[in-house]
Each structure stands twice: as structure tokens, then as C-alpha cells.
């Protein structure tokens, strides 16, 4: 047989009056404890033993106090008030103590080649937050995977999160040493069309790029790349390996820019990028492990001259 239990449906704080009673012997006392008047007390008293269906407290014309079920009540009670003030004090400190557990998720591409410097020198800088990342090219829900920040790329809306934008990604022109040795580097954009270039994300058929030089000049560009991928984690292996001119991002290229495994090709010539936004949960207050992990990557990327955002993009959807 199994034994039945029943959900309690008393009142929190009628609850809490009780116990007052019991800890301070009066309802008097206990009213002036919770600032409240006798007559509330009471009430609340006799609102919880109906509620109850048990007489907690034995009333005279002179005292009150509690009943053998009373008591046994107030044991309980008292230990479960202590456990959830720790809960509350826990949930408090969550908005403005930076500890816990991080769960982020970012492309296969960007978690692969530009978040493990980050993530790392977020730990030597957080050394209590555990961080756990899911690196993957599928849109994940944060409610529904219990994520707390999402690294996306590009501007699609997420209805009922909130956006801030981190940086706005350049893609170079870049190519391995190896390649430019059978191939010479071209010295104008029209020479694009004489190299094998390495595409990622684009059509079937001719893809259509717009290079501008940063000093106002832009030029669009019709080319049939040599190789297609669908990421550009694939793109920068086949660069490093020689197989054309890569279009990649700057962030995924530095790397192997700074070890010169890779050369920029056609400098300062490049295709203005996506946004990195890091999306969240919507909600008055974020958690502090998380407004210091996105403040620590907007950081990073700023250092590696990504033009951020401030503070006035932390809107939904943005």
C-alpha cells in the first residue's frame, strides 16, 4: 500500500507567524517582531490550522501555546523556513556573486578556433565558475537546454530573449605560403578570379562578395569559388593546407595569421561581417556568472580590434 501525502497549501508567511509565536512565547511579541498587530497574528494562526485541519495552538484567556502537534509542526516548519532563507540568500547572491556553473554554446566554427583563449582566461580569471560549452552549428533553445549564454552570429530574432552585440566580425582575404609560392598573390581584386577561392555558407552558382577598403571605397565582386564549405572552421583547414585563397573571418584567421601559417591577401581589402551578439535568458537580472562572461568576451574581442557594442545594445532582440 502506498502511503498517501498531501500537499501543504498553507500561507508562507502565516507560517512564519507561528513559529514566531513559539520562538518568542507571545502573540505580542511575535507581532511586534513581524510588525504586524495581534490581531493579524491570530488570524494568520488560525488560517494555517484550518488550512492544516490541526489544532497547533492551545488559546486560554491568558496564554497561548503550542500543542503536542503544534510542536511537531514547529520542528519541521522551522527547519524548512531556515533552508529556504538559505535558498533566497543563495539566489540573491546569484545577481551579484560571480560563482557557479556556466552553460554557453557558440558555432562549431567560433568555439573551435577563437573560444578557447577566452574561456581559458576566463577561468584564470573566475577560477570559481565551471564553465561547460556546447559547440555546435544547431540553434539550441536556452530554456529548453538550460544554456545560459548563446554566441550567435548574424541577426535573426529570438522572440522572448534579450541580445547584446559583442563585436561586428571582419572577413580578410588569406591564403597559406605554401599556395602563394604556385600561385603568386594577386595585386587587385580582378585577379581573385584567377586563384581557387574557398568559400564558406554560399549558394550554388557565382557568389556575389562586396570588399570595401575602409576608407570608403567599395567594390562588389562576382566570383565562382574553387571549393564550398558549409562552415568556416573547414575553410581556414583547407587554407592552412594550401587548397586557395580562404574568405574568413579575421578572429578565426589570427591564430594562424600570428604564427604565419596564413597571409592576408589584398589588405585592407575585406567583407564587413555579421554581428556576434550573446543572447540570454530575458529577465530583470541576469545571474553574475553571466554579466561577467559576456563583459570578459566583449572585452577579449575588443582587444582584438572587433568593434564592439555598449551597453545600449543590451536589448531583446537587438
Not at 604556385?182 to 587587385?188: H, Q
Not at 574553387?226 to 572552421?233: C, G, K, L, N
Request: hydrophobic letters at 45%; charged letters at 25%.
Amino acid at each position: 500500500m502506498v502511503a498517501r501525502t498531501e500537499t501543504f497549501r498553507g500561507g508562507l508567511e502565516d507560517v512564519r507567524a507561528f513559529c514566531a509565536v513559539v520562538d518568542l512565547g507571545t502573540v505580542t511579541a511575535a507581532a511586534a517582531s513581524l510588525q504586524e498587530t495581534k490581531g493579524s497574528v491570530s488570524r494568520r494562526i488560525s488560517r494555517l490550522e484550518q488550512a492544516l485541519g490541526a489544532r497547533l495552538m492551545a488559546r486560554t484567556s491568558r496564554a497561548v501555546s503550542p500543542t503536542a502537534e503544534g510542536l511537531a509542526f514547529y520542528a519541521k516548519a522551522q527547519e524548512s523556513l531556515t533552508l529556504l532563507d538559505e535558498a533566497a540568500e543563495t539566489a540573491r547572491d546569484a545577481r551579484t556573486v560571480p560563482t557557479g556553473h556556466l552553460r554557453i554554446t557558440t558555432s562549431i566554427d567560433f568555439g573551435i578556433e577563437v573560444m578557447p583563449e577566452i574561456v581559458a582566461s576566463f577561468r584564470t580569471a573566475y577560477p570559481q565558475i565551471t564553465v561547460e560549452m556546447l559547440n555546435t552549428d544547431a540553434r539550441l533553445d536556452l530554456a529548453a537546454n538550460r544554456i545560459d549564454l548563446a554566441l550567435r552570429l548574424g541577426g535573426a530574432e529570438e522572440t522572448g530573449y534579450r541580445a547584446m552585440v559583442l563585436a561586428t566580425l571582419a572577413l580578410g582575404l588569406y591564403a597559406a605560403p605554401a599556395y602563394l609560392l604556385r600561385r603568386p598573390a594577386p595585386t587587385d581584386l580582378a585577379g581573385l578570379r584567377d586563384h581557387d577561392l574557398i568559400l564558406a555558407r554560399e549558394r550554388i552558382g557565382t557568389a556575389g562578395l562586396v570588399l570595401t577598403d575602409g576608407q570608403g571605397r567599395t567594390e562588389p565582386l562576382a566570383l565562382s569559388p574553387a571549393i564550398r564549405v558549409s562552415d568556416f572552421a573547414t575553410a581556414h583547414r583547407l587554407t592552412l593546407a594550401g587548397a586557395g585563397i580562404g574568405h574568413l573571418p579575421s578572429l578565426v584567421a589570427a591564430r594562424a595569421v600570428e604564427a604565419g601559417e596564413i597571409l592576408r591577401v589584398l589588405s585592407p581589402w575585406a567583407t564587413r561581417g555579421a554581428h556576434l551578439r550573446a543572447v540570454t535568458l530575458a529577465g530583470r537580472e541576469l545571474p553574475a556568472r553571466v554579466q561577467v562572461f559576456r563583459e570578459h568576451v566583449r572585452s577579449a574581442l575588443a582587444a582584438r580590434d572587433c568593434p564592439g557594442a555598449t551597453l545600449d545594445g543590451d536589448n531583446p532582440n537587438r
